[in-house]
């Protein structure tokens, strides 16, 4: 933080105004910074000792700031270090599929404090309430919190809440969730604020923060598993569209597949005939390979790659051409539904995640990549997900830490 002051910059407002300014600012360089010394953080965001030891009086009691220990071995007398208060508060994130729901919690700082995971095979309606209540308390209850005094939940689904009828869309695949108004029948049950995301677009939020497009204000992300779907961030901005339906590419009429003209919008159709998961299945099995999952099936068709360099034997090398025949196929595909998008958005850059992107590595990239350039005028670089563990519960603990540190700190401390 460089500059005059932050106590000392022209503005209007009243002492309490300040100090809930440089209190903020505070707040934020022990986020960033770690533990820090008193005239540390007086130097920091420009304070007097004086102004410094009231601010930290003043965040210790409210529980936001802690002592950290004392720094000794060095000239002066020995300095006492704070920190933010990780107990200060606590948020929740999850991931639901009709699997299962997989949740994270957080304390204040973004330190995981406890996971969970509730198998949820084969319900197909029951009490949403009661299945969130019951994942969060199997998250919280070895920790030893109380579910009900998380400050903030939010969930990521394969669908998007229409913002006119606070209805669940896009999301037939996970029965339980189609209640009216679902956001408030959780908080309401719950008893703690609920946020619901896109799962996709949660992932893009994780690589805007912390991986592939960190850094850029335009970009698409390509989620490529069971099912297809993108994001859009356009000038740092996500785009959700009218009904919250911006990026389900899996209903995208592509030239070579059936339409819903043609089958129903019901039965598979558009791009995700053409390149989901059964499809993905399916080119594999033709060429020789096989995997319980789209992801492990490309995953094997790499290794047979892997294993067919010049010096193997004959039968390695022809498995090799195949798995390398199968997965140009897939990234044909692939980039032929991106070639859509591309074309409308223009993106700085293309970020592929998803187990199929994921299993398929640098070798799957760069076919994807060399195919969209040559359907598309722009041609963005494509990227592999750089973010580690599970993207959807990534971007949700960071808008879930955004949304209470805003509540708590002040605005001042808003993620990138």
Same mark, same amino acid.
């Given at each position: 933080?460089?500059?005059?002051?932050?106590?000392?910059?022209?503005m209007?407002?009243t002492?309490?105004?300040?100090?809930?300014?440089?209190?903020?600012?505070a707040?934020?360089? /022990?986020?960033?910074?770690?533990?820090?010394?008193?005239?540390?953080l007086?130097? /920091?965001?420009?304070?007097?000792?004086?102004?410094?030891?009231?601010?930290?009086?003043?965040?210790?009691?409210a529980?936001?700031?802690?002592?950290?220990?004392?720094?000794?071995?060095?000239?002066?007398?020995?300095?006492?270090?704070y920190?933010?208060n990780?107990?200060a508060?606590?948020?929740?994130? /999850?991931?639901?599929?009709?699997?299962?729901? =997989?949740?994270?919690?957080? $304390?204040?700082?973004?330190?995981?404090?406890?996971?969970?995971?509730?198998?949820?095979?084969?319900? !197909?309606?029951?009490? #949403?309430?009661?299945?969130?209540?019951s994942a969060?308390?199997?998250?919280?209850?070895?920790?030893?919190?109380?579910?009900?005094?998380?400050?903030?939940?939010? %969930?990521?689904?394969?669908? *998007?809440?229409?913002?006119?009828?606070?209805? @669940?869309?896009?999301?037939?695949?996970?029965?339980?969730?189609?209640?009216?108004?679902?956001?408030?029948?959780?908080? $309401?049950? %719950?008893?703690?604020?609920?946020?619901?995301?896109?799962?996709?677009? @949660?992932?893009?939020?994780? +690589?805007r923060s912390?991986?592939?497009?960190?850094?850029?204000? $335009?970009f698409v992300?390509?989620?490529?598993?069971?099912?297809?779907?993108?994001?859009?961030?356009?000038?740092?901005?996500?785009?959700?569209?009218?009904?919250?339906?911006?990026?389900?590419?899996g209903?995208?009429p592509v030239?070579? &597949?059936?339409?819903?003209?043609?089958?129903?919008?019901?039965?598979?159709?558009?791009f995700?005939a @053409?390149?989901g998961?059964?499809? #993905?299945?399916?080119?594999?099995?033709?060429?020789?390979?096989?995997?319980?999952?789209?992801?492990q099936?490309?995953?094997?068709?790499?290794? &047979?790659? +892997?294993?067919?360099?010049?010096?193997?034997?004959?039968?390695?090398?022809?498995?090799? =051409?195949?798995?390398? &025949?199968?997965?140009?196929?897939? *990234? &044909?595909r692939?980039? @032929?539904?991106?070639?859509?998008?591309?074309?409308?958005?223009?993106?700085?850059?293309?970020?592929?995640?998803?187990g199929?992107?994921?299993?398929?590595?640098?070798?799957?990239?760069?076919? #994807? +990549?060399?195919? /969209?350039?040559?359907?598309?005028?722009?041609r963005?670089?494509?990227?592999?997900?750089?973010? =580690?563990?599970?993207?959807? %519960?990534?971007?949700?603990? $960071?808008?879930?830490?955004?949304? !209470?540190?805003d509540?708590?700190?002040?605005?001042?401390?808003?993620?990138?």
């Amino acid at each position: 933080m460089e500059g005059r002051p932050v106590s000392e910059r022209p503005m209007g407002g009243t002492p309490s105004l300040l100090r809930a300014i440089n209190d903020g600012a505070a707040l934020r360089v /022990l986020l960033e910074r770690g533990p820090l010394t008193r005239p540390e953080l007086g130097a /920091l965001i420009g304070l007097s000792k004086p102004t410094a030891s009231q601010l930290l009086a003043r965040l210790q009691e409210a529980g936001l700031v802690v002592l950290d220990g004392i720094r000794g071995g060095m000239p002066g007398r020995t300095a006492e270090l704070y920190r933010i208060n990780p107990g200060a508060a606590h948020v929740a994130a /999850l991931d639901v599929t009709p699997a299962r729901i =997989e949740v994270a919690v957080a $304390d204040i700082t973004g330190s995981a404090v406890a996971t969970h995971r509730l198998p949820t095979p084969g319900r !197909t309606g029951g009490d #949403v309430v009661e299945r969130v209540r019951s994942a969060l308390t199997g998250a919280c209850s070895p920790a030893g919190l109380d579910p009900r005094t998380l400050n903030r939940v939010v %969930i990521g689904i394969g669908g *998007a809440i229409d913002p006119s009828t606070g209805r @669940l869309g896009y999301a037939a695949h996970i029965p339980g969730w189609h209640v009216p108004d679902v956001v408030a029948a959780l908080r $309401d049950g %719950i008893g703690v604020p609920v946020d619901i995301e896109n799962d996709v677009n @949660l992932a893009a939020q994780a +690589e805007r923060s912390r991986g592939a497009a960190r850094g850029h204000r $335009d970009f698409v992300l390509l989620w490529a598993e069971e099912g297809l779907g993108a994001a859009l961030v356009l000038d740092g901005r996500l785009h959700r569209g009218a009904t919250g339906g911006a990026g389900e590419v899996g209903y995208m009429p592509v030239i070579g &597949a059936p339409t819903a003209r043609d089958v129903g919008k019901r039965s598979r159709h558009g791009f995700q005939a @053409l390149s989901g998961g059964i499809a #993905v299945l399916n080119i594999l099995r033709a060429h020789g390979l096989r995997g319980p999952s789209p992801a492990q099936a490309v995953r094997n068709a790499v290794a &047979a790659i +892997e294993r067919g360099r010049p010096e193997a034997a004959r039968a390695d090398a022809t498995r090799a =051409e195949a798995a390398r &025949a199968a997965l140009a196929e897939v *990234a &044909a595909r692939l980039a @032929l539904g991106l070639a859509a998008v591309t074309a409308v958005v223009d993106p700085e850059v293309v970020v592929l995640s998803g187990g199929v992107p994921t299993a398929g590595g640098e070798i799957l990239r760069e076919l #994807v +990549e060399r195919e /969209l350039h040559a359907l598309t005028i722009p041609r963005p670089p494509v990227r592999l997900s750089a973010v =580690e563990g599970n993207p959807v %519960i990534t971007g949700a603990l $960071d808008l879930a830490l955004g949304a !209470t540190r805003d509540e708590l700190f002040g605005p001042l401390i808003s993620p990138s």
